[in-house]
């Protein structure tokens, strides 16, 4: 497109001529900068304040369990989250997956292992976490499940497969007095599907379980 000069009065009463689309000479680098700075504060305002709190109030009324850290109580204490795994090592008691978390299942450390597949350090892990499940589980059938073996990205993963679930009757019926019929009902009750029915995979919260068989008679 093609520019087109126009006239401006200067400041002795001669014109100038200045091309159209070309910067302003009246506009100054403090212009600018205060421009830059008003757009700055606005901004922190919005995005860094209010929208946040907006958001908070929102989440607080319409999802308050969730916005409050799904937090799961058993006879008013508090004893977890759902959406946080724990150490199970009791033998009554399902196990869930492996953690790299912190020193194991630290929410203000999530993260994986970040070892490679061909690691030494990783394969020596893994087959340990074998032979230790292995041993604990000496009636089950077949080797154990891969979530079972391997830790989730997060660290702090609360579910586990129906199958890693399982293959952990045998040693909870053994050691509840219950049947391995009425435990596998048990773990049946709780598989939780696809999340909106396509998202994930079916799986079971491990805490939630746990807590169901506390609650069930022998």
């Known amino acids: 497109m093609q520019t087109v000069p126009r006239p401006v009065p200067s400041v002795n009463g001669k014109e100038t001529v200045v091309v159209a689309g070309a910067p302003n000479p009246r ?10 700075i008003l757009y700055t504060v606005v901004t922190v305002i ?18 308050p369990h969730q916005a409050g850290g ?8 508090v004893v977890g989250s759902s959406l946080i795994g724990q150490l199970w090592t009791k033998p009554q008691y399902f ?14 450390s999530t993260g994986g292992t970040n070892l490679a597949p061909t690691s030494k350090k990783l394969m020596d892990a893994t087959k ?3 032979a230790a499940l292995e041993k604990a589980n ?13 830790s989730s990205g997060s660290g702090v993963d609360p579910d586990i497969s129906p199958a890693g679930a399982e293959w952990q009757i045998p040693r909870i019926a053994a050691a509840r007095g219950m049947s391995q019929a009425a435990v596998k009902a048990i773990v049946d009750a709780h598989v939780h599907g ?15 379980l746990n807590l169901a068989l506390d609650a069930s008679k022998p």
């Open 27 to 36: 506009e100054t680098t403090l212009s600018h900068v205060v421009t830059s």
């Open 138 to 150: 000496p009636h089950a059938d077949g080797p154990p499940p891969m979530d079972l073996v391997t």
């Open 128 to 130: 340990a976490t074998i």
């Open 95 to 108: 196990q869930g997956r492996p953690s790299a978390a912190g020193k194991g299942y630290d929410p203000t």
């Open 194 to 208: 696809r999340t909106i029915g396509i998202l994930g995979e079916p799986r079971v919260n491990v805490l939630e």
């Open 70 to 77: 799904s937090l799961v109580e058993k006879n008013g204490t």
């Open 46 to 63: 919005a995005l860094g304040l209010v929208y946040p709190l907006v958001v908070t109030l929102v989440g607080t009324l319409v999802f």
